[in-house]
């Protein structure tokens, strides 16, 4: 079967990542074997294909944080051949060899069965940045969403794709932060609103508290950004923070917590429960527009994968790129 392997140098430390032919034995034991449909390009995917940033734990290493899939056998009861599955975090693709591979083997506990209206090359649309939207989209929810526009970072990105589509189409007023105005028509048909520059909010304030204005905010980028955001909530509102694509610093006052009640939730797509896991699943299946899903997707082969994942560090890629695998 075909992978894309990568190799690490011992020598020189130096990491190299190709298109190889594997066998069946070389893949790590465990319950379930999945032929892999699908897979997709995560930041943290970009990272495992190059130096690996401490995610990897030993190479030879076939990276893909996330696949969908038809099981093909397995030694767990909960699932048969030929049912259909989706996995998402619990370090595949970084601890443990993951979906840029014709064929997974892993653990039943890490498999969710695809929810009914989903196919597989959807569902990898969707992939472990979607997923995540949606955990922070619940999370915003059981917070409550104040009256008025929802903010939501790196949003010609993955995660802000999917998280402005699920938003507007929950009926909330979306506000979409891009660094890139050449994305304005396509954020548009997601569903946003209003588009607001990059620069505008990661310009320097020193007042610790603005205007109030916005009702959430799903954060992508975290750093100056995030700060800055902090300060511009709702009182009570909520901010669903989920990366760190713009800095793993926090610049903030503790003021906005203090005197405006803001909320920051974290979101951890890697370690989730099951039953969220279904529930996030099942939510998207019914929360996702899947004619805005289908204009996010970028398809792409394996041969791809070392392009794309020294773009997708570089903040360049667009939306969702859904890797077929058997291509
Ligand atoms: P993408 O690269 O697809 O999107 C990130 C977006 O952030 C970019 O498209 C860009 O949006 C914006 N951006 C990039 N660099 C900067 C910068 N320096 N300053 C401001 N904005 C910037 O990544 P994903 O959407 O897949 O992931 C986003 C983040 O979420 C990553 O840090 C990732 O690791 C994290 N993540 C966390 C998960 C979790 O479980 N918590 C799960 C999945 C992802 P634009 O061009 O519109 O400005």
Request: aromatic letters at 4%; glycine letters at 12%.
């Amino acid at each position: 079967m075909k992978a894309l392997v990568v190799r690490k140098d011992e020598e020189s430390g130096k990491t190299s990542a190709a298109v190889e032919e594997i066998g069946i034995d070389d893949l790590p034991r465990a319950e379930v074997t999945v032929a892999v449909e699908y897979s997709t390009v995560n930041y943290k995917d970009g990272l495992c294909i190059g130096p690996g940033g401490g995610l990897v734990r030993s190479y030879p290493h076939v990276p893909g944080i996330d696949f969908a899939g038809t099981v093909e056998a397995s030694d767990d009861p909960r699932y048969s051949p030929g049912d259909k599955v989706v996995l998402t975090g619990w370090r595949v693709g970084e601890a443990h060899w993951g979906g840029y591979a014709q064929k997974a083997r892993v653990k039943a506990d890490w498999l969710v069965p695809l929810p009914e209206g989903l196919s597989t090359r959807q569902a990898m649309a969707v992939g472990t940045a979607g997923f995540t939207a949606m955990l922070a989209v619940m999370a915003l929810e059981d917070h409550g969403i104040k009256d008025g526009p929802v903010l939501v970072t790196g949003a010609a990105g993955g995660v802000g794709s999917v998280a402005t589509a699920i938003l507007a189409h929950l009926g909330h007023e979306v506000a979409a932060v891009t660094g890139r105005p050449e994305t304005e028509a396509y954020l548009r048909s997601l569903g946003a609103t209003q588009i607001v520059a990059r620069e505008e909010i990661n310009e320097t304030v020193k007042r610790p508290l603005e205007t109030e204005t916005w009702a959430g905010c799903v954060d992508a980028v975290g750093g100056a950004m995030l700060a800055r955001v902090l300060g511009q909530m709702k009182y009570g509102a909520s901010v669903a923070a989920v990366g760190l694509a713009g800095g793993a610093g926090l610049p903030a006052t503790v003021v906005p917590f203090l005197l405006r009640g803001v909320n920051l939730l974290g979101i951890d797509s890697v370690m989730q429960p099951y039953d969220n896991r279904v529930r996030a699943w099942g939510r998207i299946a019914r929360d996702l527009p899947m004619d805005k899903l289908d204009a996010m997707i970028r398809p792409a082969t394996l041969a791809d994968l070392p392009q794309l994942g020294a773009d997708i560090l570089k903040g360049q890629v667009q939306g969702r790129v859904v890797v077929d695998v058997n291509a």
